[in-house]
Nanobody
Framework: VQLVESGGGLVQPGGSLRLSCAAS????????MSWYRQVPGKERELVAA????????NYADSVKGRFTISRDNVKNTVYLQMNSLKPEDTAVYYC?????????WGQGTQVTVSS
């Protein structure tokens, strides 16, 4: 099983980034996919989640209207489009897959929002 995130980096406030998470080794279309983020000294927090077929999404209040989660069940990939980025969005972003009692984490990708 692998979840490989990409797309992180350094961006100025107000900028955009698109994170990708490529999945392999499990039945991607059966899993709820989520993005979490974590900063040093704080708990990992849910940023956004999307249902297995993509019809239902939910977002943390802090990112509503700025971030969009989507998935491609043919490419086995989940995305996080991040717009209007703020310094407080700086964190390591993790991809997470869950189906009932099975769950997997990616290794994380750093997002830094700074001028």
């Amino acid at each position: 099983v692998q979840l490989v995130e990409s797309g992180g980096g350094l961006v100025q406030p107000g900028g955009s980034l698109r994170l990708s998470c490529a999945a392999s080794g499990f039945t991607f279309g059966s899993y709820v996919m989520s993005w979490y983020r974590q900063v040093p000294g704080k708990e990992r927090e849910l940023v956004a989640a999307i249902s297995s077929v993509g019809g239902i999404t939910n977002y943390a209040d802090s990112v509503k209207g700025r971030f969009t989660i989507s998935r491609d069940n043919v490419k086995n990939t989940v995305y996080l489009q991040m717009n209007s980025l703020k310094p407080e969005d700086t964190a390591v972003y993790y991809c997470y897959a869950r189906a009932q009692i099975r769950y997997y984490w990616g290794q994380g990708t750093q997002v830094t929002v700074s001028s």
